[in-house]
């Protein structure tokens, strides 16, 4: 289990996906610290108080982005039919998507310690030429941290799910981006769902993670929903994948 | 000693019916044409061998194994199949690399297969700039990665140039003459016939025969070719002597089964006027396609 793991990350590591991935969350990440210190409208003035909140900017996208690495994670494998020859290697399918179940979430805890760790140094950099010093010891700064590794691990992990779901990438991509931005909130509205039910939700479990606080679940609530739902769709995912012919 | 056995195998996807009741057995150390014309069924029963499809009747094992169940698969079975793609951003030696890590083999062997198949050069480059005939040997060298004692190549020829047909020749040549048993499909006899030791020829997703090269060669014909002016009436006299002549192009016969003594007499009895007369002997090529016509226009 060990290689096959190694292996994913392995694939992951040799082409250009993550990498464009990872440049793109910095050069956002560098953006919203910038947004958050230039626009202080209605907002408190900058302090060290605000260092927190300038790390956390980017951390709602970075769940995204690690969504959409476990997505392309397994998509990829049937676009470009690698998936014959992985599954040739090891014909015990529900093990490759085991696998990937591991692999995808370490690799979105990576992204996420990466990208917080540059945001922190943007904002620290940028404080600093202001003549603040922030505190690094912050227990704020601790919970955003924990919130971004999460919920980008968990996301991940969704992505894998429901890639083993649809196979398609556009499909799966396509898919996720309606529910997250019309479905849930089409649901909550039209059926009149209260907001205790709705909470229930995977982008609202997710939101507890990026935004804690409010009528959302607690963190660890919203941690054990968000990996009830990936793990249902990988299992579904996996039923289909071990059944389904490569032709 | 059988290494792979196909029995009774049928596979249907919804109404077309791909493999249809299909045995046969390949023994060790002996290289198999997998042999029928495109649409055959040969790439079905080769995926199901490789436990990729599902057959809906009937098993295809290795070792007597289904391929699934095979302790260590990648040292066991090495394969190559079409439509069995590369990540068009990763490097050949990535590429091996990956299989490598998966298979747990020493990451060494990924220079040592790039060397064997003639890829060194391009070792660091990225699949997606690869040729055709690249990708045949790159698909080539990720079979023979986990140095197997058994191959399956599915049409492993498309692709390559007359140089790199002939390269594959020797390639088989030399791991059949290792002992390892290969089972070889292609759509074209003279790719295969001077490699293999066996051929097994399905149409239709039926077996049509399973024989040495030799049984084969032995069922070419002999043949009259004949170039008259008067080719239709030659036809005819010939027929009603129960000799069977076709056409070939505008004033040419082939009659089958007979002399050049027979149709000389025929043709002088009648005053027909002969150009040109030679006897020659079919080919393979047509004893594979009069046997996989005939089996096509059967089914």
Same mark, same amino acid.
């Given at each position: 289990m060990i290689r096959l793991v190694r292996a994913e990350l392995t694939k992951l590591a040799t082409t250009r996906l993550i990498y464009g991935v990872a440049a793109v969350m910095a050069a956002f990440a560098a953006l919203t610290v910038a947004a958050n210190i230039l626009d202080?409208?209605?907002? /408190? /003035?900058? @302090?060290?108080? @605000?260092f927190p909140m300038l790390v956390g900017g980017p951390v709602t996208l970075l769940s995204g982005a690690a969504l959409l690495v476990g997505i392309l994670g397994m998509t990829t494998e049937f676009r470009h039919q690698t998936v014959t020859q992985t599954f040739l290697i090891t014909p015990d399918r529900g093990r490759v998507v085991a696998a990937k179940l591991v692999a995808y979430p370490l690799a979105g805890i990576a992204l996420a310690l990466g990208i917080v760790a540059f945001t922190a140094a943007v904002a620290t950099g940028w404080l600093a030429a202001k003549g603040i010093t922030p505190s690094l010891l912050d227990a704020r700064l601790g919970r955003v941290l924990l919130g971004a590794v999460l919920a980008a691990g968990l996301c991940a992990l969704v992505g894998v799910g429901v890639a083993a779901l649809v196979r398609n990438p556009v499909a799966a991509l396509v898919g996720v981006a309606v529910w997250v931005l019309v479905v849930e909130g089409l649901l909550m509205s039209l059926l009149n769902i209260p907001s205790s039910l709705a909470k229930w939700l995977p982008s609202a479990a997710a939101a507890a993670l990026t935004? /804690?606080?409010?009528?959302q679940l607690s963190r660890l609530a919203g941690t054990l929903v968000l990996a009830g739902y990936a793990l249902a769709l990988a299992l579904a995912g996996t039923r289909l994948v071990v059944r389904r012919d490569i032709t | 000693m059988a290494v792979i056995t196909i029995q009774g195998l049928t596979k249907r996807f919804g109404q077309v &019916? !791909? &493999?249809?009741d299909l045995s046969f057995e390949v023994d060790q150390g002996t290289v198999v044409g997998f042999l029928g014309p495109n649409g055959a069924g040969k790439t079905t029963t080769l995926r199901t061998l490789l436990g990729l499809v599902t057959p809906t009747a009937g098993s295809a094992r290795i070792d007597g194994q289904p391929y699934r169940e095979l302790a260590d698969p990648i040292r066991h079975v090495g394969a190559v199949l079409e439509a069995?793609?590369?990540?068009?951003?990763?490097s050949a030696r990535n590429h091996l690399r990956v299989v490598a890590t998966a298979a747990g083999l020493p990451l060494a062997r990924a220079d040592a297969v790039l060397a064997q198949v003639g890829l060194a050069e391009a070792a660091?480059?990225? &699949?997606?700039?690869?040729s055709l005939g690249m990708r045949q040997r790159l698909g080539l060298a990720t079979a023979l990665l986990g140095d197997p004692r058994v191959l399956i190549l599915d049409e492993? !020829?498309?692709?390559?140039?007359p140089e790199g047909v002939h390269w594959l020749r020797g390639l088989l040549r030399q791991l059949a003459d290792q002992g390892r048993t290969v089972l070889v499909s292609s759509h074209v006899l003279a790719e295969v016939a001077q490699t293999v030791d066996q051929v097994v020829i399905i149409a239709g997703g039926r077996l049509v025969t399973q024989s040495t090269l030799a049984a084969l060669t032995a069922r070419t014909d002999l043949l009259v070719r004949v170039r008259t002016p008067q080719a239709e009436t030659l036809r005819s006299l010939l027929a009603a002597q129960g000799i069977h002549a076709n056409p070939d192009g505008a004033d040419q016969l082939l009659a089958a089964g007979t002399t050049t003594e027979t149709v000389g007499k025929a043709a002088a009895a009648a005053g027909i006027v002969i150009y040109e007369m030679g006897a020659e002997r079919s080919n393979l090529e047509d004893v594979f396609l009069q046997l996989t016509t005939h089996q096509g226009a059967r089914s």
């Open positions: 202080r409208q209605g907002a /408190p /003035p900058l @302090s060290a108080d @605000s935004n /804690p606080g409010g009528a | &019916v !791909a &493999v249809d069995s793609g590369f990540h068009p951003g990763r660091r480059r990225r &699949v997606g700039g690869f492993p !020829a498309n692709g390559l140039d």
